[in-house]
């Protein structure tokens, strides 16, 4: 890839690697929370953690931040290892920071001997209450004061079963006037009778998010812990921890989360298009999710590229979906093979080609290639589908294609010239017949003759029927999140135009799943996983120039 200057990480980590820090060793993880698929964001926070530690000849480890147990399944784990897989990324090792569930409530119960913790029995709304305000400092309660012995048993007891949900909670003992809210002695550990994905019904007691994942960096000996900017007011407890139980220095650095136009990325509102049958499930193609752009035919180069092209940033912005596009495009145009097929027909006869006659023309699979990538065969008959927009009955000047009187070369074949048309009762054409020049034949032409426009067709008797689905935006507004109301509200009645009935050239009976296909002149197309060998269905990835308007 091009040069390009250090982003305010790796200037970080060269600063640690020039000064002999950690001993020159660079240790990344991702930590995603198994409560949903991973999305486009994920991937920026995946090639930024991976993508570093390749830099520097280091290592990440990927770190499932499975402290939740009501929200987190055993499905989301495998979707998102495939998806890290695919995006191109190999992790160290894979590690559950419910793995660490002794450990940490160890570090509980270390807090609690050196006077750092206590248990309290106050509910959420009073905890609520006496933590004060931005401007006023909290109050402390009776609980704050309890022995070191009373809470070890008290914990003792929590982690035993005896108490139900929310009765009591553990927390830290910091500062109830910090200025940063969250050092008012915040909860770390909560009482959940929930079965976890993983520990099963092992533990009624879990710890708090600032209570694992500091200790969990920690622990692997994580050098560098990023994360996306809400987390800075988290980062004076990263450190508090770290430095009270004296663990292993693992830092944290914030960067800015990406955002894109025309989507949501947030796991829990994915999840409730997902519920609310809005999509078709995670990997619905208009979705944001990594499974999604997948099955929508994005590639792994092109989200890489996409997510070097944003950059890192420190500060929130708003990235165009058309740089999303513009990255896929790029990709398809020089991986994609070339097809045709025919969206929307319109019957063609060439009167002067025999009736029952076939020929065998070839294309080449890739022409931005040297020597084609091989390439396919394509029969031609005096029976074509056509694209209906290729005709006009009464053509404009610089129409360059069908009308009376108008002639084209068909792609890979001949140059015809329209003779006339057939109308049905209602005035709709319904076939167009012409006549070929035979001297004109594509590679062979001796005919001497210059047509200005190209178009793509597929025999008749050869055709097979494909269903193709085109998407446009899931979202009518750049900012779903940002609107008045429920962000669902927003949702384009338009994102999918399902065509029932196009023709695609025989040869695509073949198509491979996960290969990009280019339909000439109509876009970039992918083969569905609902592709059957009786009804193909292809999905639109993106059209060929961005002609997207607001
Ligand atoms: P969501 O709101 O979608 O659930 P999350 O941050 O809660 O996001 P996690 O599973 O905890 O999801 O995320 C794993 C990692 O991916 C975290 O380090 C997180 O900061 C990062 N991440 C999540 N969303 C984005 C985003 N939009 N841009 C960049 N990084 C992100
Ligand atoms: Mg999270
Ligand atoms: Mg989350």
């Not at 991702?30 to 090639?47: D, Q, S, T, V």
């Not at 050196?114 to 305000?133: F, H, N, P, R, W």
């Not at 196009?502 to 996983?529: H, S």
Request: net charge negative.
């Amino acid at each position: 890839s091009e040069e390009r200057s250090l982003n305010f990480i790796e200037e970080i980590v060269e600063e640690d690697l020039a000064s002999g820090k950690h001993g020159g060793r660079v240790l990344t993880r991702f930590p995603p929370e198994p409560n949903g698929y991973l999305h486009i964001g994920h991937a920026k926070a995946i090639c930024l953690n991976f993508g570093l530690a390749k830099n520097y000849s280091g290592k990440t480890n990927l770190r499932f931040d499975d402290t939740n147990p009501t929200k987190e399944e055993t499905e989301y784990v495998d979707s998102i290892k495939e998806d890290v897989k695919w995006l191109g990324f190999d992790w160290a090792n894979e590690l559950y920071a419910s793995d660490y569930f002794d450990k940490l409530y160890e570090f509980a119960v270390a807090l609690i001997q050196k006077g750092l913790a206590y248990v309290d029995d106050s509910s959420s709304e009073e905890i609520a209450a006496q933590k004060g305000t931005p401007t006023t400092a909290g109050t402390p309660n009776q609980y704050r004061e309890r022995t070191v012995e009373e809470n070890l048993q008290l914990f003792a007891d929590m982690k035993a079963g005896k108490y139900a949900d929310g009765e009591r909670v553990l927390r830290a003992k910091i500062d109830l006037a910090s200025p940063n809210m969250l050092l008012r002695d915040p909860l770390i550990y909560r009482i959940k009778h929930a079965t976890h994905h993983r520990t099963g019904d092992a533990w009624c007691i879990y710890p708090m998010y600032d209570f694992a994942h500091g200790q969990s960096d920690a622990i692997e000996e994580i050098t560098h812990s990023i994360c996306t900017l809400e987390f800075v007011p988290h980062r004076d407890l990263y450190n508090l921890f770290i430095e009270k139980l004296e663990l292993f220095p693992s830092k944290q650095y914030e960067f800015a989360r990406l955002n894109i136009t025309y989507t949501v990325m947030s796991k829990r509102k994915l999840l409730q298009l997902v519920e609310d049958k809005y999509v078709d499930g995670w990997d619905d193609p208009r979705m944001s999710t990594i499974s999604g752009l997948r099955r929508r035919g994005y590639t792994p180069a092109s989200i890489r590229e996409f997510c070097e092209r944003i950059g890192v940033a420190k500060r929130e912005n708003m990235i165009d979906f058309s740089l999303l596009e513009f990255c896929i495009r790029e990709d398809l145009n020089k991986t994609a093979w070339r097809r045709m097929a025919v969206l929307d027909p319109i019957k063609m006869i060439i009167t002067n080609y025999p009736e029952g006659q076939i020929e065998t023309l070839h294309g080449d699979n890739n022409p931005e290639v040297e020597g084609g990538e091989g390439g396919r065969d394509i029969p031609f008959s005096n029976e074509l589908w056509i694209e209906r927009e290729d005709f006009m009955e009464e053509p404009p000047k610089k129409f360059f294609r069908l009308g009376v009187g108008l002639s084209v070369r068909l792609k890979h074949a001949y140059i015809v010239k329209c003779e006339d048309f057939k109308k049905d009762a209602d005035g709709n054409v319904t076939e167009i017949y012409c006549t070929y020049i035979p001297e004109s034949k594509s590679g062979n032409d001796t005919s001497g003759i210059n047509v200005k426009g190209t178009i793509h067709w597929v025999s008749v008797p050869h055709a097979k029927t494909a269903e193709v689905r085109l998407y446009d935006r899931l979202f009518k507004v750049e900012d779903p999140s940002n609107e008045e109301g429920d962000f669902k509200d927003y949702i384009n009645p338009d994102s999918l135009q399902i065509l029932p009935a196009a023709y695609v050239e025989p040869d695509l009976a073949n198509a491979e799943t996960g290969r990009g296909y280019q339909f000439i002149r109509k876009g970039y197309f992918t083969l569905d996983k609902l592709s059957t060998d009786e009804k193909l269905v292809f999905n639109r990835t993106v059209t060929l120039k961005d002609g997207w308007k607001a």
